[in-house]
């Protein structure tokens, strides 16, 4: 008895003594803004230690992803990639969830952006990679939280998405100032690497949206490439984010602080 107490002393003696474990997956978070308290996932790469600043990710879920259980918006696009190809992502992602009968603008955008913050301070994030993604709804997130937060995101995709009213709903639309939302969102992204995904037959979001926002870009000097993908409807996300090019494409990417 005494000498199974005594190795009972030493190896709560040695635990104490060891590094604690730094927590690492999918992560369940929550984050307060306003009055809303938001769910959020931040994925934790097997690599993180603490110490170095690792690029970070946030990803915008599509409509269906809507809901208040925090898991649903990491089972489709980017999240279901993580899963599979979990080398691919040496870096944190921020998976927040969007509440029913809401979208990424206003105060869920709010929000949003606070969970980022949260991350980047919490894992210790680089701010000279900070990217932003989204699909469908999340897409139209990603225009929005660039225009309302300019100078921060390296670099952005979007997939299957527009900045005007989809086929489904009139509530989904991206919020800018003065009256052509195409040129506003390619002046508020020049400069910025950008790759824009999208079905040709995608009759939720039309081709079109994308298009025209790919040309104002271009007008405008943003570094944008577009995919479209032939006899693809709304679902581009599958083939956009099962891409590795995207995410060494991605990764490649820092923020240009403008010259003073």
């Known amino acids: 008895m005494m000498l199974s107490h005594a190795l009972a002393s030493i190896a709560l003696l040695l635990a104490a003594a060891l590094p604690a474990q730094k927590p690492t997956g999918f992560l369940d978070r929550t984050v307060k803004s306003g009055a809303l308290t938001l769910k959020y996932q931040v994925y934790v790469p097997p690599t993180y230690d603490g110490h170095a600043s690792l690029p970070v990710i946030l990803f915008m ?13 990491t089972q489709v696009g980017m999240p279901s990639q993580i899963r599979w190809h979990r080398g691919w992502f040496d870096a944190i992602v921020v998976m927040p969830q969007c509440p029913d009968d809401s979208v990424f603008r206003g105060v869920v955008a709010d ?8 991350s980047v301070k919490e894992f210790h994030g680089d701010r000279e990679r900070i990217y932003v993604t989204g699909l469908s709804m999340g ?50 992204t020049k400069g910025m690497p950008v790759w824009i995904f999208h079905g040709e037959k995608d009759d939720v979001v039309p081709t079109i949206q994308a298009q025209k926002l790919v040309k104002a870009m271009r007008d405008a000097g943003t570094d944008v490439k577009y995919t479209e993908y032939p006899d693809m409807g709304h679902g581009a996300w599958e083939p956009a984010y099962a891409d590795p090019e995207l995410w060494k494409w991605l990764f490649a990417q820092r923020l240009v602080k403008p010259s003073r």
Not at 113 to 118: D, N, Q, R, T, V
Request: avoid cysteine; aromatic fraction near 10%; charged fraction near 20%.
């Open 61 to 73: 879920h599509g409509s269906g992803e809507r809901g208040s259980d925090g898991l649903k918006q």
């Open 111 to 118: 929000a949003t952006y606070a969970a980022l913050e949260k």
């Open 139 to 188: 897409g139209y997130g990603t225009w929005q939280e660039i225009v309302d937060h300019p100078g921060v995101f390296a670099a952005a995709v979007a997939v299957s998405a527009g900045l005007t009213p989809s086929a489904d709903m009139d509530n989904l639309f991206v919020s800018v100032k003065g009256d052509d939302p195409y040129a506003y969102v390619a002046r508020q």
